[in-house]
């Protein structure tokens, strides 16, 4: 971002702020589509008419913006992997047997002891 114009950086915290404000406004129950474009359309044009006066505290607004998204992103990932494998009865490291397993047993004609196979 520190190469990137003012109006730029104007347009992307302006979408940054919008989309925060998204998410805030319809967990509390509160969106609508009127104020929020009402919202939208009032940061964009302050943010373009004053983008070249606050092009530095767009960028540490742009960075710390996109360190908690990110943040935030990860940490759901990593829960929905974690409820996912739970649910479906997963062990990665195959560290305890299971009843219902994702191996198979297969009786080779050969052998007298069935082998695992994927």
Do not use: H
């Not at 935030?72 to 409820?83: A, D, K, Q, R």
């Not at 195959?94 to 297969?106: C, E, G």
């Amino acid at each position: 971002m520190k190469f990137s114009s003012p109006r730029f950086k104007a347009i992307a915290v302006s979408a940054g702020i919008s989309f925060w404000f998204l998410i805030i406004t319809t967990a509390t129950g509160t969106f609508s589509i009127e104020f929020f474009a009402i919202f939208a359309i009032v940061i964009f044009s302050i943010f373009q008419l004053l983008s070249f006066k606050v092009s530095k505290a767009l960028d540490v607004f742009a960075l710390y913006n996109t360190k908690i998204f990110l943040s935030i992103m990860f940490i759901f990932v990593i829960s929905l992997y974690g409820i996912f494998f739970r649910v479906l009865r997963i062990d990665l490291l195959r560290l305890k047997q299971q009843s219902s397993s994702y191996w198979l047993d297969i009786d080779d004609m050969k052998q007298s002891t069935p082998f695992k196979q994927y």
